[in-house]
């Protein structure tokens, strides 16, 4: 139990240091200083587990990494959400074994000091599939030969029970004698409460690139903190000195490491058998394509599924696999339409007309349809929620469920309409967003039989829902899980199918009956300490020069999050992030603004709110109408935000997908697509294969590590048909039609 200390780098690296340090101050000022202070200290070998020989390969005097080193060292990862995430590498900023042994560290700490005096304190281990094998090429110079090469979620997760045990903590992980083993989310948060321990660790980066990592920490109830208790747990992480530590297989051997205790996951699935009861009786001839994108779903939503008696498939090269390979863009998000492509492919061969998803470590739900056309239709988040509360509360042959509704600020406005018009409920729609706020009400409401003036008990709940396909029904399970949304899902598209209707048939029925709702939600990524500081100029500029309108609408009021008079004091400065939110309100929709914690990214959702008088259209049309308002809406709003940034996107820019960076968006739209219509017009491409290379090759910045073509499939489909007056006599014009026709019909 010996504190762990690593060896000094050797003062041979002092002149590359000193070289880069120089760099650093040149290019990037007060910031490129502090950089260069931090990237000493860990060269000094007082952080453990930081491999300051390794870190002195990566000093290239000739300045080719100072942007790299830069963004690794200029700050300590941020703990945002109930955690550290981002890219792993090596750094203050990146996470690694030093980055996490510090965070647990600090949560040892804590729970010493939250529990004190009672001796014997436990915690949960989850860890996910990741490992990381540099797809992005950021240490391509060092080969394979390095200490993270290889760094998994499963050996971080290792690596914190040796943490804890080397602090008297005990944890519990499942199957520690293996060195693949995982834990969902969801299951770990069941864990955590049914073991009665005192908290618990994951090891996940959710839905993030596979490059990426994470360490989230949970409280004694299966949720993550809020302020001010979140707050506590910073400043004592923030004076961690010393890790200490025991090696796994002592701790094994003295009982401080242990496994979960036989029955406790069929515990868990029979929880979800018995919350779907008689919902809708499984149909054997109708099969359910399910897919855990390469995560570990199979655990969680595959055991219950097939408990319930669902015919489920699911994709042979899909299984558990942390860099995602088979995954467009390696992006394993359900709230991408892409990711499920392959799986919709599957499923044609298989004859099913559903494919239900799930995240790498299967919190996030997602949900495409066959249509009747042979085409797929996904569902985004808040049309996911509808679906499953109209489902519960007001479907005729559904269970007509009463009780409590719980959605975030940014989730869809229909909610509230299923809750008004069901009678007998309450609903809860002002949360910030993360399902850590939806916890605090239900273990407030188990505490204190009140939250605000809505008086429930947890049991009551009939569902939480999140606009970021996020679901919890069940009291005892404090986050979120798609579990649950993927049973009631493959029910209702089977007693659909029977009835010759599809799950998109229903939703439309639900908007013609409560009104034309919709949300479109995007993202600004940035990168960088540019992309923090771009953002945060964005939010500034909202504050201290508030625009008049917005998405081409007048704004009626403003609501800022920060504002103590209508919202309440700040009660710990870790309140102030999930609270750095603005919304603008004008007649047609709501626009909610909010910078993410720990990454360069601005999220923005539109929420259109039905007009007056009758609606524009019925059935199918009137989706698309709203739909084609809300995505045109949002689209202004992406370029009224960048109005402090003094920049502005074209059409095309603005039709990629949210995963490409605004600097590589502007770059595509500037640099690459003119070059692409040079490269027509002088017939230098002239076929599908060669069109397709020269994309590949031009836009490799794009996504990297990924193939960027899919992303550009609809907006260079667009650019086709517009040069098509100019250049509609080249080859490379047919080809590069051909090519998007072929890649946008699957």
């Known amino acids: 139990m010996n504190p762990v200390v ?18 650093l101050e040149t290019q990037y000022g007060d910031l490129g200083r ?36 830069f963004d690794s060292y200029w700050q300590v990862l941020p ?138 920490i949970y409280d004694e109830f299966g949720s993550q903190p809020v302020a001010p208790e979140d707050q506590q747990l910073l400043d004592i992480m923030a004076a961690v000195k010393d890790v200490h530590s025991l090696p796994f297989d002592k701790a094994v ?122 085409s797929w239709y996904h569902f985004d988040g808040n049309q996911l929620a509808a679906i499953l509360t109209y489902a519960l509360m ?35 729609d002002d949360l910030l967003v993360g399902f850590k706020y939806v916890a605090d009400v239900l273990k407030r409401l188990g505490r204190d039989g009140r939250y605000k003036d809505v008086q429930r008990r947890p049991e009551e709940l ?76 964005i939010m500034a500029w909202l504050r201290s020069t508030p625009p008049t309108q917005i998405g081409g609408h007048p704004i009626l009021r403003i609501s800022d999050y920060w504002d103590e008079k209508q919202y309440g004091p700040l009660v710990s400065e870790s309140e102030r992030l999930p609270r750095n939110v603005v919304q603008l309100f004008t007649k047609r929709f709501v626009v909610t603004i909010r910078p993410s914690g720990t990454e360069p990214k601005l999220k923005f959702y539109c929420q259109l709110l039905p007009g007056e008088g009758p609606p524009p259209a019925r059935g199918i049309a009137l989706l698309g109408a709203i739909r084609a308002e809300a995505e045109a809406a949002a689209r202004a709003v992406y370029n009224d935000l960048l109005t402090p940034l003094d920049l502005r996107l074209g059409d095309l820019a603005l039709r990629l997908t949210d995963l490409i960076e605004l600097d590589r968006k502007r770059e595509l739209e500037t640099v690459i697509v003119p070059r692409l219509r040079s490269a027509i017009a002088a017939g230098q491409v002239n076929t599908v294969a060669e069109v397709t290379a020269w994309l590949r090759a031009e836009g490799k910045s794009l996504l990297p590590g990924a193939d960027p073509l899919p992303a550009l499939v609809g907006p260079l489909g667009a650019v086709a048909t517009i040069w098509a007056a100019e250049l509609g006599s080249k080859a490379g014009l047919a080809a590069l039609r051909e090519l998007t026709a072929t890649k946008a019909g699957g």
């Open 6 to 23: 690593t060896k000094a780098a050797p003062s041979a690296h002092a002149p590359a240091l000193a070289a880069v340090t120089t760099a």
């Open 253 to 374: 051997a003295q009982g401080l490491v242990r496994a979960v205790p036989p029955g406790l996951h069929a515990k868990y699935v029979q929880a979800y058998v018995e919350l779907y009861g008689s919902f809708a009786p499984p149909q054997a001839d109708l099969p359910i394509v399910y897919t855990p994108l390469c995560g570990v779903g199979q655990s969680t939503v595959g055991d219950v599924l097939r408990a319930v008696g669902f015919p489920v498939l699911s994709p042979p090269d899909e299984a558990a696999d942390g860099s995602f390979a088979v995954i467009p863009f390696r992006s394993p998000n359900p709230e991408v339409p892409q990711s499920t492509g392959p799986a919709c492919r599957y499923a044609d061969q298989h004859g099913s007309g559903i494919v239900l998803s799930s995240d790498p470590d299967a919190d996030r739900v997602g949900c495409e349809i066959k249509l009747p056309d042979g």
């Open 79 to 216: 703990f945002g959400t109930g955690g550290r995430r981002g890219r792993v590498g090596y750094g203050a900023n990146r996470i690694n074994a030093a980055t996490v042994a510090m965070t647990i560290q600090g949560h040892c700490n804590f729970l010493r000091a939250r529990f004190a005096g009672k001796a014997d304190l436990h915690v949960v281990v989850a860890n996910a599939v990741r490992v990381f094998r540099d797809i992005a090429d950021n240490y391509a110079a060092l080969g394979q030969d390095h200490p993270i090469f290889g760094l998994s979620s499963r050996g971080l997760a290792k690596l914190a029970c040796e943490i804890y045990a080397g602090n008297g903590i005990a944890s519990t992980i499942i199957d520690p004698a293996s060195d693949s083993a995982y834990l969902s989310t969801p299951e770990l948060a069941f864990l955590i409460a049914t073991l009665g321990a005192q908290g618990g660790v994951n090891m996940s980066a959710s839905h993030n690139p596979p490059d990426d990592n994470g360490v989230k």
């Open 462 to 537: 009939v569902i939480a829902c999140e606009e970021s396909h996020g679901v919890i029904a069940l009291p005892h399970i404090l986050d979120k899980d798609a579990t649950p949304a993927c049973l009631f899902f493959a029910g209702l598209y089977q007693r659909l199918a029977r009835q010759g209707r599809t799950l998109l048939d229903y939703y439309v029925q639900i908007l013609e009956e409560l009104g034309g709702y919709d949300t479109v939600n995007r993202s600004i990524m940035m990168a960088g300490a540019a992309g923090m500081e771009r953002k945060d100029r």
């Open 394 to 428: 007001l479907d005729p042959a559904g269970p007509r469920r009463r009780g409590l509704v719980i959605e975030t600020l940014v989730t869809t406005k229909l909610l509230g309409r299923v809750v008004e018009k069901a009678g007998g409920s309450d609903i809860i």
């Open 34 to 69: 502090r950089a260069a202070d931090e990237l000493a200290r860990w060269l000094s070998g007082s952080i453990p587990f930081s491999h300051p020989e390794t870190i002195a390969r990566t000093l290239d005097p000739t300045g080719a990494n100072v942007a790299m080193l």
